[in-house]
């Protein structure tokens, strides 16, 4: 599967911003899909992730109650909407997708995700 991350950009801390994810092929609903960030100078993160039929989300600390991630079979389409952004939120941000058989205990495992996306910015100003 290939994977094209885009909706990412400057915002002023307190805005929001839709991330979408395009998926090609016609196997998207047998991915788990995610979305990771890596900041300049930091590690990859997991943010988000979402079981094959979008019926369990998880979500990092971090993110809870502010990000909210979503996919849409029928459209081979992941999406990440991000409100209340902090400048601690600035980014680059990937979609990936797992063929892992388990969901529970490895959607946050940047190793079990196959393939990824280029990334997309997210700048946050204070």
């Known amino acids: 599967v290939q994977l094209q991350a885009s909706g990412g950009g400057l915002v002023q801390a307190g805005g929001s911003l839709r991330l979408s994810c395009a998926a090609s092929g016609r196997t998207f609903s047998s991915y788990i899909m995610g979305w990771f960030r890596q900041a300049p100078g930091k590690e990859r993160e997991f943010v988000a992730a979402i079981d094959w039929s979008g019926g369990a989300t998880n979500h990092a600390n971090f993110v809870k109650g502010r990000f909210t991630i979503a996919r849409d079979n029928a459209k081979n389409a992941l999406s990440l909407q991000m409100n209340s952004l902090k400048p601690e939120d600035t980014a680059v941000y990937y979609c990936?997708?797992?063929?892992?058989?388990?969901?529970?205990?490895?959607?946050?495992?940047?190793?079990?995700?196959?393939?990824w996306g280029q990334g997309t910015l997210v700048t946050v100003s204070s």
């Open positions: 990936a997708a797992s063929s892992a058989s388990t969901y529970t205990g490895s959607y946050y495992r940047g190793d079990v995700y196959d393939y």
